[in-house]
């Protein structure tokens, strides 16, 4: 299921998971997602994606999420991952579905939530608060350079 949270305001939006994502739940984020890019005139916004009543994905869900994020890459700035696993499965979940996108991704934990909403909003980062980047957004070949040059 996903639920809207009610801090959402632009430039940022916020939803929270809970029990398994399906491709239905997709389809309402996508909608939810869609309308909060539009509420903020279609400039890129903040997404605060709370994680901690989640329990896995379906494979459809999976799709569809790379799907959406595959064509709204570009109206995604930053992305917080709220969630209170170790860092190791955070790291795994996350890269597996934000590989290809331009937005800034970081983990926070649910103790930190309001960091968390000040920094999707786009806020000036708080050097005092832990950073700890999943993703630096720079697309999944940002970097790459061609082992083939020349031939």
Not at 36 to 61: R, V
Not at 93 to 117: C, D, I, K, P
Request: one cysteine or more.
């Amino acid at each position: 299921m996903i639920e809207p949270l009610k801090q959402s305001i632009p430039p940022a939006f916020g939803f929270k998971v809970t029990g398994q994502l399906t491709a239905d739940d997709m389809t309402t984020l996508a909608t939810l997602i869609d309308a909060a890019i539009a509420a903020n005139h279609d400039k890129p916004i903040g997404l605060l994606s709370d994680l901690t009543a989640m329990h896995g994905a379906t494979w459809s869900a999976r799709w569809d999420e790379l799907h959406f994020l595959h064509h709204h890459s570009d109206y995604i700035a930053r992305l917080a991952v709220i969630c209170d696993l170790d860092w190791q499965q955070v790291s795994e979940m996350a890269m597996n579905t934000v590989g290809g996108m331009q937005a800034e991704t970081r983990y926070f934990l649910s103790s930190e939530l309001n960091h968390a909403w000040h920094w999707a909003r786009m806020g000036p980062h708080d050097d005092r608060m832990p950073v700890r980047v999943l993703y630096p957004g720079v697309g999944l070949f940002g970097n790459y350079t061609p082992e083939y040059v020349g031939l």
